[in-house]
């Protein structure tokens, strides 16, 4: 290391020697015009360019820099540096050389800064610039506080002596005074700015009543203030005890929720007190668990609470990585002001995004109704309008709000406007069942309510009118009237308001399904799919109401039907039978009629259980359903399902085998845990549709199939294969013998000494 600190000769110091004379007349005359050119600079970029340039031509060297302390942060930084560097350089003030010379206050010469360890090469790899020596002085000011340090980079002719290094560092003492201006000018220029900004900023910022736009404002002015790369802001949410956040700077628009007591922002919301992590991986409090799940990297973290006027603690604010250092005191004083400012401007958009939601909430209610909503005001005049109140009137919004209802209501509807007047006289609601209108010139059969509408204050501001269209019900009773029984219409006529009741009865329950409709349906669009339906319910249909059962409901392609309710007879389970029996013989007849035509036939399956069930007209007195529930409806549901499982077209339960009376081919084929049940149930398929041509070898299919299913049951799956085996033999088409035949080789695999003989059926 090459570092020079040379005393002058005492002889060169007389008062008489001319040279040294000339020496100080040459510096004095240069420190005047160094403190004449600066006096009257007040920016400070441009008071650290001249001196730079002064200093260089000076000390004759190729390049000189003015570093500035910084105290906040605790770095020296220059903006302007002669040749092509033109950015603003940071160090930390006790690094390098200049960092040296800043914390002894002594200057150095240095010869050969490559050989000198404390030499930073990244800058001059950076810039392109070979650094061969240089000279380093500290800048003092009057008091002798070092406020920076003032360096000059090769000389252009030998070496640098002595006497520059005074002259540095007497040029950086004279223009301290100006440095120190200057710099308190542009602070005061740029606390003022930031003050004038800030109020600016708040007064924009809290007019917007948009949580979500307000949201992405905060931070992004957070963001930009504190010079940061990311910002979040979380908003308590008292009903969970969460922090959400709806915007992340730089993450996009994403809606975060956290407990209110996770993280250093959940700490933060506990305590109400501000947490600043200059070192973020340093800090116990920090976890980088979210850094590794997002990709990004966290270096320092400040976050502060977000307080209402009240003292409580809404939220915080977190920025992230401030751009040049750690976060200042500056930076949290600055945030909390801004966070407090804008503390009633959130507590307002949030207030405004409730009611928007309430009122979203209720306009939606009011669109999905199917009952026509109108609102009058104190005028008479329609306020508002839903879209089904569009539709039963014939009109549109332009045609009807801001119209007087004695406008709308008039001709054959003039009879409206006279209950609207009486409700507005009295204030007591009306409400008419069954009365007709007259709109666009079609009769609309309807139910009216009329309300007086009242205020939270209990002052009447104005009416509703609710027009509930009941003409497709009425055509839809006229059309559906062919499918019950004249009986059953007529008790459920004679019960009236009492069959909203529930009874418990046994009844047999019987559900159809139609096989592979979704690719039916794929093939025929919907204009065929209506009238493969149509053709299709009118053939089942029949076959129920024949037998005196009571259709129940179509779910889209399945049927639902009872016997035994509401009139019971004594051979219900014999009805559902032969209604089941009926369906599949006449649904081979209408296969040969589609087959004609040219259209794919139609199979079904059918389910059938005997069981107490609950049954009744459940709904209101304005809209009631005749149906049943319980666990034999389910039961009939999971056999009819169980048909695809097995093969087979008809299935029924234990319990409607044991209630038949008549005699009927059929086989028990197993015992089986339906899904939701735990208890086992002995199922059984009915095959008296069948004839010789469709189940050749039935009395001996069913005898070898017997036997299999003892064996089956008892563990001996080798000799239930071969009795299922010789069934197939019989019948090749015998899909039951088929399934147990495979589930003999799968339990032979994988009971492994656990059988019981018991079947869990895993899906509906």
């Known amino acids: 290391m090459a570092t020079e600190r040379r005393a002058r000769p005492k002889a060169a110091l007389k008062n008489g020697d001319p040279a040294e004379v000339r020496a100080r007349l040459h510096r004095s005359e240069l420190l005047l015009r160094l403190t004449n050119e600066v006096s009257m600079i007040t920016d400070l970029d441009t008071l650290l360019h001249t001196l730079v340039r002064i200093v260089a031509r000076e000390t004759d060297a190729e390049r000189a820099s003015l570093f500035l302390n910084d105290a906040e942060t605790g770095e020296l930084y220059t903006r302007v540096a002669l040749g092509d560097l033109q950015r603003e350089i940071r160090i930390l003030n006790s690094a390098g050389i200049a960092g040296a010379v800043f914390q002894s206050g002594k200057g150095e010469i240095v010869h050969d800064p490559y050989a000198d360890a404390r030499f930073d090469r990244k800058v ?27 360096q000059a980079l090769n000389k252009h002719r030998g070496r640098f002596s002595e006497e520059d290094l005074e002259l540095l560092g007497a040029m950086a003492t004279q223009a301290s005074m100006a440095l120190q201006s200057t710099q308190f000018i542009e602070r005061t220029k740029k606390t003022r700015q930031q003050e004038m900004e800030f109020l600016d900023l708040v007064s924009d910022i809290t007019s917007s009543l948009e949580l979500s736009v307000l949201l992405k404002r905060v931070i ?20 969970t005890r969460t922090l959400w956040s709806e915007v992340g700077e730089g993450l996009g628009k994403t809606q975060i929720r956290i407990p209110d007591t996770a993280g250093i922002a959940g700490a933060v919301f506990q305590t109400g007190k501000t947490i600043n992590i200059p070192h973020a991986y340093a800090d116990l409090r920090f976890n980088p668990a979210v850094d590794r799940s997002t990709g990004y990297f966290t270096r320092s973290l400040l976050c502060v609470p977000i307080v209402n006027k009240d003292g409580r603690t809404i939220g915080v604010t977190q920025t992230l990585n401030k751009k040049g250092g750690p976060f200042t005191a500056e930076d949290e004083a600055r945030l909390k002001a801004f966070t407090a400012q804008v503390s009633i401007a959130l507590e307002n958009a949030s207030l405004f995004e409730d009611v928007q939601n309430i009122k979203n909430y209720n306009q939606s209610i009011l669109e999905s109704m199917t009952n026509g909503v109108l609102t009058l005001d104190e005028d008479g005049k329609i306020h508002t309008c839903n879209m089904a109140g569009y539709r039963i009137l014939r009109t549109k919004e332009t045609d009807l709000l801001d119209k007087p209802a004695a406008d709308v209501f008039t001709g054959d509807n003039q009879w409206v406007m006279e209950r609207i007047a009486k409700v507005a006289e009295t204030d007591k609601s009306d409400v008419l069942m069954g009365g007709q209108m007259l709109f666009g010139g079609e009769k609309v059969d309807a139910n009216l309510t009329i309300e007086p509408l009242i205020n939270l204050k209990g002052k009447k501001v104005g009416l509703m009118v609710m027009i509930e269209d009941i003409s497709s019900e009425k055509r839809l009773k ?49 204009q065929g799919t209506v009238s493969l339906l149509n053709d299709y319910f009118a053939v089942m249909v029949d076959c129920i109401t024949e037998e005196g059962g009571m259709l129940d409901k179509f779910v889209g392609d399945a049927i639902m039907a009872e016997f035994g309710i509401p009139v019971r007879h004594d051979d219900d389970a014999d009805r559902g039978m032969r209604t089941a029996i009926k369906m599949i013989r006449r649904l081979d007849v209408h296969n ?7 259209a794919k036939p139609i199979n079904i399956g ?9 049954s009744g007209n459940i709904g209101t ?14 039961l009939a549901s999971r056999l009819e399902a169980a048909n ?6 008809i299935l029924c339960s234990e319990g409607t085998w044991k209630a038949l009376k008549g005699t009927y081919r059929a086989r028990e084929v197993d015992r089986l845990v339906v899904k939701g049940k735990t208890e086992p149930v002995a199922i059984y398929e009915i095959l008296d549709y069948h004839t010789d041509e469709t189940f050749p070898n039935m009395p001996d299919v069913l005898a070898a199939f017997r036997d299999g299913i003892r064996f089956y049951r008892g563990g001996e799956f080798d000799r239930a294969e071969a009795q299922f085996r010789h069934a197939l033999e019989l019948n090749p088409n015998d899909k039951v013998s088929a399934v147990f035949l495979e589930r003999c080789e799968y339990l032979k695999a994988h009971a492994e000494g656990h059988w019981d003989g018991i079947w869990v059926m895993k899906t509906k």
């Open 124 to 150: 001059d790899e950076q810039t392109g610039f070979a650094t061969r020596s240089l000279a380093t002085a500290p800048v003092k000011s009057a008091r002798g506080e070092i406020i920076g340090v003032v």
């Open 220 to 239: 992004g002015e957070a963001t930009r203030m504190l010079n940061a790369e990311r910002s979040t802001l979380f908003l308590h949410d008292r009903k």
């Open 478 to 526: 006229s059309t559906m009237s062919r499918y019950v029984d004249p009986a059953i219409a007529d008790q459920l006529l004679a019960t009236g308001a009492e069959a909203l009741g529930g009874t418990s009865v046994e009844a047999t329950v019987m559900f159809s399904d139609i096989r592979g409709f979704t690719t039916l349906t794929e093939e025929l669009g919907p």
């Open 592 to 598: 040969a009629e589609r087959k004609e035509r040219g």
């Open 606 to 614: 059918i389910g059938l259980a005997t069981e107490t069930i609950v």
């Open 621 to 634: 007195a304005k809209r009631m359903d005749f149906t049943a529930i319980g666990d034999g409806v389910n």
């Open 644 to 649: 695809k499982e097995y093969g087979s077209r």
